[in-house]
């Protein structure tokens, strides 16, 4: 079940849509694309998650930052900070700011998505349950 390609298209798709979405905001101003940013930033994260298509995983991000906006665009400044301070350590410092921007990221979204933290029992310890 993990090497099914359907989720890999879904993803696809949702990345090309929030990039066409940010790179559009981006285009216009600069002020429309972060908000884009901030609009679609875990739309990804929902297609892999709950295997949702393209168009409702941006409508799902879109509701679950309703009401965190300032909150989720601190942690966006933050983690940018984080990567260019890994960048400014001529590189190295990337292996350090890469898995802990993403693991931050990642806490977010389960935090708002309302996910308690712990994974669903597959189906051999459910049925021995």
């Known amino acids: 079940a993990l090497w099914h390609p359907q989720p890999f298209w879904k993803f696809l798709g949702t990345s090309i849509l929030t990039g066409l979405a940010i790179g559009i905001g981006f285009v216009l101003l600069v002020v429309p694309g972060i908000i884009a940013a901030i609009f679609f930033m875990f739309s990804t994260v929902i297609v892999i998650d709950r295997n949702l298509g393209p168009i409702e995983a941006m409508k799902e991000s879109i509701r679950i930052g309703r009401g965190y906006r300032w ?59």
Request: glycine share 8%; net charge positive.
């Open 71 to 129: 909150s989720l665009l601190g942690l966006l400044a933050l983690l940018v900070l984080i990567a260019l301070a890994g960048v400014l350590a001529l590189f190295v410092g990337l292996l350090v700011a890469v898995p802990v921007t993403t693991l931050a990221f990642i806490h977010a979204y389960r935090v708002l998505s309302g996910t308690d933290g712990r994974a669903p029992l597959p189906m051999d310890a459910k049925l021995a349950a």
